[in-house]
């Protein structure tokens, strides 16, 4: 591949991501935009993008359910959309830290976030931890969040119907308050009109 030197937009589709194969890619000189579709699961939690090489890359399209990009200090200086994958899971190892910061160019990010077997605090953190990022970001990029997988525990279940029956009651007691209320202003009425008939 290192022949492909006028190669500008590149698209894969590959059982398994390796460390050699980045230093491939990083080296082609004229690459705009590079879609990496992984099988997964794959052997790394993760895959680090180092600051060196993809001189030119503006848009980058990597999908793998199981595995995360961590970008390092300077990589892709040109990168101005980042579509990627974050499994709530996986992303607890390195602390939410997916170095989105790192990426001075950047415009616009989509995240997909997996959220198979996660609870609702961890899929809360890791998307807090992307958002924080991003609000913080020098050129404050469009980002846009698509979970997947959602689930919700037995526990968080108990709480939403918990939350559920206490407003069917607080609306019940409304409504007998409501009742009340118009009870007494008929009577009220009624007996006002009594007074003025004698």
């Known amino acids: 591949m290192a022949s492909l030197c006028n190669l500008i937009d590149l698209?894969?589709?590959?059982?398994?991501?390796?460390?050699?194969?980045?230093?491939?890619?990083?080296?082609?000189?004229?690459?705009?935009?590079?879609?990496?579709?992984?099988?997964s699961p794959q052997k790394e939690t993760r895959i680090v993008i180092q600051g060196v090489g993809f001189p030119y890359l503006k848009e980058l399209f990597f999908s793998c359910e199981g595995t995360c990009l961590i970008f390092e200090p300077a990589a892709l200086p040109k990168l101005e959309r980042l579509h990627t994958t974050v499994h709530v899971i996986r992303a607890k190892a390195y602390s939410h830290q997916f170095g989105i910061e790192h990426l001075k160019s950047l415009k616009q990010i989509n995240i997909q976030v997996f959220c198979y077997g996660a609870s609702a605090s961890e899929i809360k953190d890791v998307e807090h931890a992307i958002s924080t990022t991003v609000k913080y970001?020098?050129?404050?990029?469009?980002?846009?969040?698509?979970?997947?997988?959602?689930?919700?525990?037995l526990e968080e279940r108990n709480k939403r119907e918990h939350s559920e029956d206490k407003n069917v009651e607080e609306h019940e007691s409304k409504e007998d308050i409501n009742r009340t209320n118009k009870k007494r202003r008929k009577l009220q009425t009624e007996e006002h009109h009594s007074t003025s008939a004698q």
Do not use: F, Q, Y
């Open 137 to 153: 970001h020098v050129n404050h990029p469009r980002m846009n969040i698509e979970k997947r997988g959602m689930d919700l525990t």
């Open 11 to 39: 698209n894969i589709n590959i059982a398994e991501l390796t460390d050699e194969d980045i230093l491939i890619l990083r080296e082609l000189p004229s690459l705009l935009r590079l879609d990496l579709w992984l099988k």
